[in-house]
């Protein structure tokens, strides 16, 4: 077991992508959050998963549970914009019924979802009924405005003709329906980050059972980390029952060291936010939830 100050706790970190085609095509990625619930949920592992699907507006996430194959594909693709996930963990324990809840979703998220199971505070039967969470690494959000604004005037494309969009080598990628690609410098986007993700310490989702991002790896795969017992057991049964390629991340560029940088980026500026926060006034200090 790795422990390291920066990427948390973990057994294994590789570089992986699914050999499922149809989930592939429309990954954001190497498609393991998506390949990894379907196989969840058909091994029983889990019966149904929080996702971010498609809401009412192009682009914006609507957070729903989903209980088969073809609902947890309609969550594929990262949308750069706030999905409450967490919204519905404890409906998933109600009318849907669920016993084996997995969860989908960013780095706090899934701090949420630990916070809940050790401190459920109105959140009777959740502990127990959390089966399988994956993670994804995560540098900071946005609001659903802040996301129209960066694509439409930063980048000139309406948000309704865009087929994906990615955030490497420093621009805000966006790639259109009729193959054009338009990028900002990642520079303009900073000033719409949503605030709040300023405090946040966690970059590669320290708490999933597994957690994966596209840092580190080339195009079209996943870098992954397994973490938990619970994570270790499915992606090794999932990796013998031929889910994934998967190469040692030492074997691929850029690799961990890229991950690390961006890692040390995001936590010790906002560290420095948070020490910021606590010399905020005069003899008032903002409050620090970590304290
Ligand atoms: C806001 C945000 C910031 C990110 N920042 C980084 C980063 O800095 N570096 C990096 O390497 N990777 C980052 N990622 C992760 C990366 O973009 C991919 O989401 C990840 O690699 C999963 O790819 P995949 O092919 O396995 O996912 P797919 O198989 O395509 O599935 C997509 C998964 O993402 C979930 N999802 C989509 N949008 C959201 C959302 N808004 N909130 C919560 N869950 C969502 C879906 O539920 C689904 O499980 C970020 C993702 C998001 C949503
Ligand atoms: S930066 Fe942190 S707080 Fe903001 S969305 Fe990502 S994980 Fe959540």
Known sequence: MVSDPYLGKYTTCISARSTDREILKKAQDGGIATTLMVYALEEG???GVIVAGEGDLPWKPRPFVAMSRKDI??????????????SWIKEATRSF????????????????VRKAQLYPINMRDVPGKIAFVVGLFCMENFLYDSIQ??????????????????IGKGK???????????????????????????????????LGDISTGSVGSP??????FVRTRVGNDIWSKAVDAGLFETKPIEE?????????????????????????????????????PYA
């Open 73 to 86: 594909l309609k969550a594929q693709k990262a949308k750069y914009n706030i999905s409450p996930q967490i």
């Open 97 to 112: 019924g669920l016993d084996k809840v997995g969860v989908t979703g960013v780095c706090c998220q899934i701090q949420a």
């Open 149 to 166: 604004a960066i694509v439409e005037d930063h980048t000139n494309q309406s948000l309704s003709s865009v087929k994906k969009m990615r």
């Open 172 to 206: 805000f990628q966006v790639y259109t329906e009729r193959g054009n690609v338009a990028t900002a410098p990642l520079q303009a986007t900073h000033k719409y980050g949503q605030p709040g993700c300023y405090v946040c310490l966690d970059y590669v989702s320290n």
């Open 252 to 288: 691929v560029k850029p690799g961990l060291e890229l991950v690390m940088k961006l890692a040390k980026i995001k936590l010790d500026g906002n560290r420095k936010t948070l020490e910021e926060r606590r010399n905020f006034g005069v003899n008032k200090a903002l409050r620090d």
């Open 45 to 47: 592992i889990i019966d």
């Open 219 to 224: 195009d079209g795969w996943s870098t992954v």
